[in-house]
Structure formats: C-alpha cells, structure tokens
Nanobody
C-alpha cells in the first residue's frame, strides 16, 4: 500500500488549504489515520488523528482550525486547514496504522506567509 499526499502550497496568513492523502488500497476503513507535520529544525508532531470508529483528536495548536476527515469509498483522507498561521508552515505527512502495519505518505509542503 502506498499513500500519496498532496495539496500543499503557499498561502497567506488567514487563508485555507485542503490536504489529501490517497491510498493505493482500501485501507482507511480499518486503519487509524493521522496527519503529522515537521517544521525546519523541529521534531515531527501529530496534528490530527482519526481512529477506525471515526473519533478524532487534534493538537491544541490547531483545534478549531483544522479538520480531519475521510472518504472511504475514495480511499482518501483529508486535512482541511483554515485560519492558517505562519507557525503552521511545515512539511505535512499522512500516516495510516492498519492493525500494526504502518504506512507513511511522502510529505507535502505548506508555507504560510505573514
């Protein structure tokens, strides 16, 4: 299974972006999925997570601004990012955990200008 993340880009502060993570196989129905990000010089951090049952959790820094969702029929997970801030600038990665099998997508760069 491969994950393909896309949707990053350059946006002004206050703007929005939607990231997508498409799987080559139908794994999202029985996987927990997460979006992580890594800013220059910083460790990778969890931004948003969705468990198999659909429950979600978010990092405090993005609560109320970011939303994780999935479209199982399309084998795709999304991260809607609103009210973006310069500190959201990072490479964003998607990750799936299918009963212990871990899959990572390649990163997609999000740059937020002030």
């Amino acid at each position: 299974v491969q994950l393909q993340a896309c949707g990053g880009g350059l946006v002004q502060a206050g703007g929005s972006l939607r990231l997508s993570c498409a799987a080559s196989g139908g794994i999202f129905s029985d996987s927990s999925v997460g979006w992580f990000r890594q800013a220059p010089g910083k460790q990778r951090e969890l931004v948003a997570n969705m468990i198999i049952g659909g429950g979600t959790t978010y990092a405090d820094s993005v609560k109320g601004r970011f939303t994780i969702s999935r479209e199982i029929a399309r084998n795709t997970v999304y991260l809607q990012m609103n009210s973006l801030k310069p500190e959201d600038t990072a490479v964003y990665y998607c990750k799936a955990n299918q009963w212990g099998r871990i899959y990572w997508g390649q990163g997609t760069l999000v740059t937020v200008s002030s």
